[in-house]
């Protein structure tokens, strides 16, 4: 079946780095528009990037403009969220979705991972 | 960017009941908007997208209406597993954004 599998997470000092993995499996991952969604604790969902199929469209929120860089590699099913200079306020746990338009970008999401946890403290 | 504003923020309801969520966006979204429900511990699911198609496999209970900056999810008769979180997302330009929630809960 279609999944997402996040991985990554974990505790990073403030100005620190992580980068974030997901897998897909059960479709043709290089046919898909693929996003991160991330949800602070006890909060609602922020959308904070997406990437195109063959990773020439990338927009990124306000709030991680110049710090996270989304990638994907399609010969390994994998989207990746380079995040550096973690800010507190970073913490959440981060979603990797999917856009279920092959090659295009419908703009819900009709698949999403299980979340991976980032906490950024001192 | 574009604001989502959920009514109300919480809701108490008994199984059984008929419910209606509001999302109101700050500016026109044509039809360009879904529904999510967030149960405690778990990834948000797809239910209504383009405003009021309802996704493959969501039970007919629940309905989505609305277009431009106004639309509402309405659960026709509520079941014990619909007592979760729903949000409501544009996609009509970018940035995409969400609502702030609406958690519904039993009375």
């Known amino acids: 079946q279609v999944q997402l599998v996040e991985s990554g997470g974990g505790l990073v000092k403030p100005g620190g780095s992580l980068r974030l993995s997901c897998g897909g499996s059960?479709?043709?991952?290089?046919?898909?528009?693929m996003t991160w969604i991330r949800q602070a604790p006890g909060k609602g969902l922020e959308w904070i990037s997406y990437?195109?199929?063959?990773?020439?469209?990338?927009y990124y929120a306000d709030s991680v403009k110049g710090r996270f860089t989304i990638s994907r590699d399609n010969a390994k099913n994998s989207l990746y969220l380079q995040m550096n200079s973690l800010r507190v306020e970073d913490t959440a746990v981060y979603y990797c979705?999917?856009?279920?338009?092959?090659?295009?970008?419908?703009?819900?999401?009709?698949?999403w991972g299980q979340g991976t946890l980032v906490t950024v403290s001192s | 960017a574009i604001q989502l504003t959920q009514s109300p923020s919480s809701l108490s309801a008994s199984v059984g009941d008929r419910i209606t969520i509001t999302c109101r966006a700050s500016?026109?979204?044509?039809?360009?908007l879904a529904w999510y429900q967030q149960r405690p511990g778990k990834a948000p699911k797809l239910l209504i997208y383009?405003?009021?198609s309802l996704e493959s496999g969501v039970p007919s209970r629940f309905s989505g209406s609305g277009s431009g900056a106004d639309f509402t999810l309405t659960i026709s008769s509520l079941q014990p597993e619909d007592f979760a979180t729903y949000y409501c997302?544009?996609?009509?330009?970018?940035?995409?954004?969400f609502g702030q929630g609406t958690k519904l809960e039993i009375k």
């Open positions: 500016q026109g979204i044509n039809s360009a």
């Open positions: 383009d405003a009021s």
């Open positions: 997302q544009q996609f009509n330009s970018d940035p995409y954004s």
């Open positions: 059960g479709f043709s991952f290089s046919d898909y528009y």
């Open positions: 990437i195109g199929n063959s990773g020439t469209n990338i």
């Open positions: 979705a999917r856009d279920p338009s092959p090659y295009g970008d419908y703009g819900w999401f009709d698949t």
